[in-house]
């Protein structure tokens, strides 16, 4: 079946499967599928064509990339963000990456919540994935929020923004330090760092830049 009507497509230079979001605001995913990120249709396998994840009312999706731990072999991740607000992302987690409170090395093909110290997240405006890490902008202006992968050295620090370089997994959403007054009006992610654009302001960036 041809893609002829997707809005929008999401990849990452170190993942190895592809998505695309279509206009009847379902997602389909092709490509290398070892880690469950092209959903459960198509878990563990390698897929040629499209195939649809179990996910609906989507308003925007992204694709975070990396490596397996301990072999280095690709092991991306896929985020959605639902038109009510919640994240749901699947696919590899050995970083926290999915946000869903967890670390787990092994495949993980069912869309899961996103979640912060709260619980769910609810009021997502955008999702971008990294290298082994998630970042979501949240309504308000006030908030973005990242989970998975911190460290410091060998090319790893300060990636989630919580000011500080402390090395580890963080598998719930915590927000990035943001001086008092902030209104963040767009967010982009990076291999290894993000950058924000806010209201009356310069842009702010964090992580390896």
């Known amino acids: 079946m041809p893609l002829n009507d997707a809005i929008q497509i999401a990849a990452h230079p170190t993942a190895d499967h592809t998505c695309a979001l279509r206009a ?22 390698r897929s040629n064509r499209a195939i649809p994840v179990e996910l609906g009312d989507v308003a925007q999706i992204t694709v975070g ?62 999702v971008h994935g990294g290298a082994h890490f998630t970042c979501v902008r949240r309504a308000g202006g006030a908030r973005v929020s990242c989970a998975g992968r911190q460290g410091s050295g060998s090319g790893w620090s300060g990636q989630l923004g919580r000011g500080s370089l402390a090395a580890g997994s963080y598998p719930v959403a915590g927000d990035v330090t943001l001086p008092m007054g902030t209104v963040v009006t767009g967010l982009s992610v990076g291999n290894t760092h993000s950058c924000l654009t806010r209201t009356g302001a310069r842009p702010m960036c964090w992580g390896i830049c």
Do not use: K
Request: proline fraction near 7%; charged fraction near 15%; include cysteine.
């Open 65 to 126: 990339g990396g490596s397996q731990s301990g072999s280095g072999e690709p092991a991306g991740h896929t985020c959605a963000v639902l038109r009510s607000g919640g994240v749901r992302c699947f696919g590899y987690d050995g970083f926290g990456q999915l946000g869903d409170g967890t670390v787990a090395l092994t495949a993980n093909p069912t869309p899961a919540p996103m979640v912060d110290a709260s619980g769910p997240i609810t009021d997502a405006l955008e």
């Open 24 to 45: 009847d605001r379902t997602v389909w995913c092709w490509g290398t599928c070892a880690f469950g990120e092209c959903g459960p249709n198509a878990s563990g396998t």
